[in-house]
């Protein structure tokens, strides 16, 4: 016998996205479900692997920097609030050739929000952080501002915050289908019809399954993360003399890492994994082979880590627009559904402040920030 139980809004996937937006809804008061698929803490999305980069120079494009820096201050205010550490800011370096997209990105992006920031030579990058070896004509920008979350813990708190402030959650319930009724949404599990005033799709690599014949440009793709063990150089990976970094090794196409956790040091190449047509039948399984084009682009700035062995390995996907900014928008025939799709590798940093303007859109079907180059329509100009 199915149940039918009303609510002010659903959110489906309880990732970074739907966490935050749950925990902002449920603060203003509305009575919110969050529904997930699997357990909580799963590995099969986007959101696991204990660390994710935050910048406050943004190379990819200024018109995130506003973002970020509210997604920082709601950062500080979770932990505030949980009496948990979620961020660290440990300062991040921009690395490559002086006219690339990465170093001339980021200067871009600090000189029109005048953001504290160092360009230094390869000499200057071996005092202050001696793993680093800048062969060739790289140069460096350092971010003091950039860090990293722990991504567990973040939506750990985040969900933890929304059912203290009222919200419900239910893991290992999948939305089968939903659909809309004049002003009301109707949301079906296995188990259960739900009505809501207000639906968010933030299913992240499952979006596409969910949007009931809108077609919308995203493609899923394979990453593979990998937590190094360098062997008798310790210090060097430390968090005081090993910042974050992103390194543009060949033209528009990165490399990043993170000073040493508890699982290793952890590095990856952004955007060269596979496309999948469908996140269940991911290939999940790391082999030897996949490391190897993170070991030849780390090889010219990290010469020692490049070569040291690999302690544990993770798959994890990217959903990608064509031109990696994100989706934050009304279904366009169904103006009460939120499409949520804040990823192509970069949304993490941004959960916080993206929960936020989520529940506002919600609320108020307003956000003080500019959202037109999130809109869906922007491909159908
Ligand atoms: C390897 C890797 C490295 C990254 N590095 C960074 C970084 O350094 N900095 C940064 O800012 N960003 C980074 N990102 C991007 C960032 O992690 C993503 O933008 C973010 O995690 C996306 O969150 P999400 O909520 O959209 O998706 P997810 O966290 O995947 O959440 C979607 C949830 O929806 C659930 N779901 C799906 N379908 C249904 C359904 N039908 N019913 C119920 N539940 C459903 C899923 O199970 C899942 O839990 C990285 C991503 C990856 C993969």
């Known amino acids: 016998m199915t149940q039918r ?4 809004a659903i959110v489906v996937g309880l990732g970074a996205m ?3 937006t749950l925990f902002h809804l449920a603060r203003r008061g509305v009575r919110a479900l969050g529904l997930e698929q699997f357990g909580p803490e799963h590995t099969l999305g986007s959101s696991h692997g204990d660390s994710r980069i935050i910048r406050e120079t943004y190379f990819e494009h200024p018109l995130y920097v506003p973002l970020v820096q509210r997604a920082h201050e709601l950062w500080r205010e979770l932990e505030g609030v949980s009496g948990k550490s979620l961020m660290k800011i440990v300062g991040g370096l921009m690395i490559g050739p002086a006219e690339g997209m990465v170093v001339s990105g980021t200067l871009r992006s600090a000189r029109e929000h005048r953001l504290p920031h160092e360009v230094l030579t390869p000499r200057e990058i071996r005092e202050r952080f001696p793993a680093f070896r800048l062969q060739g004509n790289l140069v460096a920008v350092l971010d003091p501002r950039a860090g990293y979350l722990d991504p567990e813990a973040c939506n750990r708190e985040h969900l933890a915050g929304a059912v203290a402030a009222g ?3 239910h893991f290992g319930e999948a939305v089968l289908d939903w659909s ?7 949301v079906e599990t296995r188990s259960s019809t739900y009505a809501a005033d207000r639906l968010v799709l933030a299913a992240g690599a499952w979006n596409q399954k969910l949007l009931r014949g809108l077609e919308l440009p995203l493609s899923t793709e394979r990453q593979s993360v990998f937590w190094f063990d360098p062997v008798g150089s310790d210090a060097l990976y430390d968090a005081n003399q090993f910042p974050i970094y992103a390194y543009e090794f060949k033209a528009g196409t990165i490399c990043y890492g993170f000073p040493r956790l508890p699982r290793g040091v952890k590095a990856s190449v952004m955007h060269d994994g596979p496309i999948v047509s469908d996140p269940e039948r991911v290939d999940r399984q790391i082999r030897d082979e996949d490391v190897e084009p993170l070991r030849a682009a780390l090889q010219p700035v990290l010469p020692e880590l ?3 062995p690999v302690r544990e390995a993770a798959v994890c996907l990217f959903t990608n627009t064509p031109d990696h900014d994100f989706i934050i928008d009304f279904h366009p025939q169904h103006p009460q559904v939120l499409m949520s799709s804040p990823c192509s590798g970069h949304g993490f940093k941004f959960a916080s402040a993206i929960g936020e303007l989520q529940a506002d859109l919600i609320t108020s079907g307003r956000t ?4 037109s180059p999130f809109r869906i329509d922007r491909w159908r100009r």
Do not use: H
Not at 180 to 186: A, L, N, P
């Open 5 to 8: 139980r009303s609510y002010d």
């Open 167 to 169: 919200a419900e959650t």
């Open 18 to 20: 739907g966490s935050a």
């Open 306 to 308: 490049s070569t040291a």
């Open 368 to 371: 003080a920030f500019d959202l």
């Open 180 to 186: 809309t009724s004049g002003d009301e949404v109707r």
